[in-house]
């Protein structure tokens, strides 16, 4: 028989750090609206399949009291399991426990399951609910921060990175769910800054508070930095457990192959989009004519509004759908349109996720803000994003193409595979007013009856140009089509080109117009 003693050590340590920070810590992160860090793992992943690793790590600093501190786990649980039976690898920080600070111990425990993931080509998860940095361990901490950049940027691209932002998440710290691929909030409990209230109000004399300055509502809505938010925990894993769904493990897992037995008709575009272009709409509605019933899911519907993206299932096979928002400025593209967009289209490029584009755009927004907003370096991402990937791309003019916002929008001159047009289809340099204006001036001017002189140019404009028959008689639209043909057509290109290969030449890396 084994020492008793032995069996009793294990099973104390063991006890402590399921304790967390004990009791009365527990009770208090309960009374905030929280879930503690154990529990939230337990709530996602599917019934008794996580395993925790590392729990026994402890941090070795003995200065400022931290003898006194130490905790096994230091502070955050890390390990694997199943959600939805995907393998999937998380780190959950445990704010009952200094705070969920990190020092080199936590930063290790982070590094090794990140490391395992990268390996294993599966998901990462990371829980922020920390106070930032363990200032006790001082340079220690800030190393343990930079590994965990280094790590987010060498899986960027080979595993799908989520981060979900569950309580405070300051300074330094942002910069790690910044680096992954989708950022979840929760509205009532969770916040991100760089620097927080009581600094700004000594710096500037500003007083805002935490919510104000880092809150859900901020960066869902006016930063763009998140890109979903829920009401609290439960809901917020629940989100998390459905976006997996729609994605892969790795970049190097085969892609499935379109169900066509399960593709449902659809023949309601005619009602949903008017052939009016003034006439605003909402794009989601064509969104989900073409996607399996229910199965849309937006992705940073709070921010950017003029452009929507998300992911679809389209023969229960995942694909990404951007599309031009009449309902909001137009459809216009201006400078965060542009970056929402270009970061999606590289996510779905990254990870074999097909794309189609729906385009209903007059043009990228004028003035003066935009301009000094830098619309032309933002426009030049969106440029990129679409011509350096090589996932199947399709694109459907709707209503209005114009001008560089059209190239913008999965042109065939940035690479889109096939490009369908409805009959209302307006593909010009600008809208058939602002031309007159241009190429009529002098006519207009020396007309007797101006304003006569002006319809007659904007007719011809619009006989000669306004009209998706001219970009098809020259290859730039392949098939113009009957809007009751469009989710066939959209269908059979994306079952034509699902086996698609396309090389890229042999560099370094491009330099993305940041």
């Not at 009793?8 to 208090?28: I, N, S």
């Not at 575009?269 to 794009?283: E, G, L």
């Not at 950017?304 to 593209?333: C, E």
């Not at 904007?458 to 006989?463: G, K, R």
């Amino acid at each position: 028989m084994w020492e008793t003693k032995s069996i009793q050590t294990l099973k104390d340590k063991r006890a402590a750090h399921e304790a967390g920070g004990g009791a009365a810590r527990v009770e208090k992160q309960h009374a905030s609206g929280k879930m503690t860090a154990r529990e939230r793992l337990e709530y996602l992943f599917d019934r008794g399949t996580f395993v925790e690793i590392n729990s026994l790590a402890e941090s070795r600093i003995t200065d400022f009291g931290m003898d006194k501190k130490k905790v096994p786990g230091d502070g955050v649980i890390t390990g694997y399991g199943r959600v939805a039976g995907k393998l999937v690898y998380a780190s959950s920080q445990d704010f009952t426990v200094g705070g969920g600070s990190l020092g080199e111990a936590q930063a290790q425990k982070i590094c090794r399951v990140m490391d395992m993931a990268y390996d294993m080509r599966a998901p990462f998860l990371s829980i922020n609910d920390s106070g930032g940095a363990r200032i006790e361990e001082g340079i220690d901490s800030l190393s343990g921060y930079g590994g965990i950049f280094y790590r987010h940027s060498r899986m960027s691209g080979v595993v799908p990175q989520i981060a979900a932002i569950m309580g405070p998440c300051a300074g330094g710290a942002c910069y790690a769910p910044a680096l992954c691929d989708f950022i979840f909030m929760t509205e009532q409990t969770s916040q991100m800054y760089i620097t927080g209230p009581q600094v700004i109000k000594a710096v500037t004399g500003e007083t805002v508070t935490n919510a104000e300055l880092g809150g859900a509502a901020v960066h869902t809505a006016k930063s763009g930095v998140a890109h979903f938010s829920y009401p609290d925990d439960k809901a917020c894993l629940n989100g998390i457990r459905i976006l997996l769904g729609y994605l892969p493990s790795s970049y190097e897992e085969e892609p499935t192959r379109y169900d066509e037995k399960a593709i449902a008709k659809a023949t309601g575009f005619q009602s949903v989009v008017p052939d009016n272009k003034k006439t605003a709409y909402d794009v989601r509605r064509v969104i989900e004519e073409l996607a399996d019933r229910g199965t849309f899911l937006e992705v940073q519907a709070e921010f950017a509004k003029n452009i929507v993206i998300g992911f679809v299932r389209i023969g229960h096979k995942t694909v990404g759908v951007v599309a031009n928002q009449p309902n909001a400025m137009a459809g216009s593209l201006d400078f965060n349109a542009s970056d929402k967009a270009a970061r999606f289209i590289r996510f779905c490029d990254c990870f074999n996720i097909p794309i189609v584009t729906l385009v209903d755009v007059p043009a990228f927004l004028p003035g003066k803000q935009q301009e000094y907003s830098g619309i032309i370096r933002h426009g030049a991402k969106m440029l990129y994003a679409y011509s350096e990937a090589t996932v199947p791309k399709v694109s459907l003019i709707m209503r209005k193409a114009y001008g560089g916002a059209y190239i913008a929008m999965n042109s065939k001159g940035l690479g889109a595979d096939v490009v369908l047009a409805w009959p209302i289809a307006e593909i010009a340099v600008m809208g058939a007013d602002g031309a007159a204006n241009i190429i009529g001036r002098k006519r207009i001017e020396a007309a007797e009856d101006k304003a006569a002189e002006r319809q007659k140019i904007i007719s011809e404009y619009e006989e000669k140009f306004m009209n998706p028959y001219v970009a098809a008689a020259r290859g730039y639209v392949d098939e113009v089509i009957l809007p009751e043909e469009t989710k066939d057509r959209i269908v059979s290109a994306l079952v034509m080109l699902q086996s698609k290969k396309q090389s890229v030449p042999a560099k370094k890396h491009g330099n993305l117009p940041l």
